[in-house]
């Protein structure tokens, strides 16, 4: 088989069939598959996947569901030469599959290409910040890059090199730890010049949005990479390349540092305080932009820690699911656990 396309979801209703028919549509010159990793939806996205010709494994223990969870149940049954992760949020551009397939065949010392990532939603802060950093970042523009934030395709060969294709321990950064893993054996990632997704995203607000990934361990997930990465060979390009553990470290000198100048200058230490809040409003050009980013960040110092003395799992044990027959006139219903 050339091409899989996983897709990892979880109570996508919205989006997941637009996301799963741009996927079987995409495979379909290539007699690709799809398959759907669904963490334990509750809402009709197993109902509305039941209606495409794709294959549907359901997480069976729904406490273990993280990002790189579901990324991994996809992974395992996947049986191409070539593997794609999408999220169910994402519509995948018919004209990506073709190109990537053509530059990984093209160039053998990449294990992984994406496309242009189009931001669909940018009505609350995270996501407008998120637009942003797409159009600037070097990691999101054609060429090398170190991580394929919003999925890539990826050489089957070289996935099979590192064992697992996600770490099931993350709650998010499963791309860049791969591509860490990928890069400390030598093998290169490319962006190129072609739409890959539309990625439509959340619409709860960015504070809301905010509590409940403190809540799901998202906001822990730089900490649970630094974790893993530590006695590993990867562990210098995780500590180089991954801003938020950096930022996240920053902030928790300048609060150690407040609590001090607190007890000794706490005149300095109003200034120390309110200073970052002004950069952070200058530099986003709004105020309810800086003080999402002043709470986001704070948010995610403390996430460090948390993910950094966070239990472990070890990725490469299989993960339990059960697969769940589609209500396709030619397949037969049954369900078994994997």
């Known amino acids: 088989m050339k091409v899989s396309v996983g897709i990892k979801a979880l109570n996508e209703e919205s989006h997941i069939g637009a996301s799963l028919g741009s996927a079987v549509e995409a ?3 290539f007699g690709g598959e799809v398959i759907l990793a669904d963490s334990g939806s509750t809402d009709r996205t197993i109902e509305i996947a039941r209606q495409f010709p794709v294959r549907i494994y359901q997480l069976a223990t729904p406490s273990e569901r993280s990002c790189g969870t579901g990324a991994q149940l996809a992974f ?3 049986e191409g030469d070539y ?3 999408l999220d169910g949020d994402m519509v995948l551009d018919p004209a990506f599959l073709p190109a990537g397939i053509s530059f990984l065949e093209s160039n053998s010392g990449f294990a992984a290409v994406g496309g242009r ?10 996501y407008r910040i998120r637009a942003n950093t797409v159009q600037a970042d070097a990691n999101w523009r054609p060429g090398a890059v170190d991580r394929l934030d919003c999925g890539g395709l990826y050489r089957m060969s070289a996935l099979k090199e590192l064992g697992y294709f996600a770490d099931r321990n993350l709650h998010a950064f499963e791309e860049f730890e791969l591509g860490a893993r990928l890069r400390e054996r030598g093998w290169q990632l490319a962006r190129i010049d072609v739409p890959a997704v539309d990625h439509h995203g959340h619409t709860t607000g960015s504070f809301k949005l905010l509590w409940r990934r403190l809540k799901s361990g998202y906001a822990a997930a730089h900490g649970e990479v630094l974790r893993g990465a530590i006695g590993r060979p ?22 150690a540092a407040l609590i001090i100048l607190g007890f000794l200058y706490p005149h300095l230490a109003l200034t120390l305080l309110v200073l970052p809040l002004l ?8 105020l309810r932009l800086g003080l999402y980013s002043f709470t986001m960040w704070n948010t995610y110092a403390w996430g460090l820690l ?10 490469e044990r299989k993960i339990d699911s059960v697969e769940l027959a589609a209500q396709l006139p030619e397949r037969t219903q049954a369900s078994h656990r994997q």
Do not use: C, M
Not at 279 to 286: A, D, G, H, I
Not at 306 to 315: I, N, T
């Open 306 to 315: 948390a993910g950094l003395f966070s239990s472990r799992k070890p990725p």
């Open 117 to 126: 990532v189009r931001e669909v939603n940018t009505d609350t802060e995270e």
């Open 76 to 78: 395992q049954h996947a």
């Open 27 to 29: 495979v379909r010159p």
């Open 234 to 255: 990867h562990l210098s390009l995780v500590v180089r390349h991954l801003s938020h553990i950096r930022n996240s470290i920053a902030v928790i000198a300048w609060w």
């Open 83 to 85: 593997f794609y992760l």
């Open 279 to 286: 950069l952070l409003v200058v530099r986003r050009k709004s």
